[in-house]
């Protein structure tokens, strides 16, 4: 899409230490740094670190396919990053929870209260269809 971009699990844990943190204050302020950039494209579950940046995001797209589908997804890519078979069905788990679980910024909820928050242009894109004919469309602007 032409912008730098920043993967939030990239910042959030230690390389090839699958399921190791990093400090989350330091991941924090690392985002805020790289969202003081002219322009960036910023990927992943962590509304926490969303909201360091939610001031200065121009458009929110949340990508909210069904949950069986983000399991399939998950499991197609299998394990990664040094992780565990057991690791593996823990994420896989937590997926499956994303609707379930409360009081957590990387759920349902969580992304809701992220989404209502944003002042920006917003839209949700609930299965491939949408995904694609939007990134369809933000290439033909882009030409």
Not at 1 to 28: C, K
Not at 85 to 103: A, I, M, P
Request: glycine letters at 8%; a negative charge; hydrophobic letters at 40%.
């Amino acid at each position: 899409m032409g912008r730098p971009t920043i993967h939030l699990d990239d910042l959030r844990w230690v390389p090839d230490q699958y399921g190791v943190a990093r400090d989350s204050q330091l991941v924090f302020n690392e985002v805020v740094e790289a969202g003081k950039a002219d322009t960036w494209l910023m990927e992943g579950v962590y509304g926490w670190l969303a909201n360091a940046v939610l001031a200065r995001v121009t458009a929110l797209v949340w990508i909210d396919l069904p949950e069986e589908e983000c399991v399939a997804n998950v499991r197609a890519r299998g394990i990664q990053g040094g992780g565990s078979e057991e690791s593996f069905q823990e994420l896989v788990e937590w997926v499956r929870e994303y609707r379930l679980r409360e009081h957590s910024s990387t759920c349902y909820s969580g992304h809701e209260k992220l989404f209502d928050a944003c002042a920006g242009s917003k839209v949700i894109l609930k299965n491939r269809t949408e995904i694609n004919a939007y990134v369809e469309n933000i290439r033909t602007m882009a030409a």
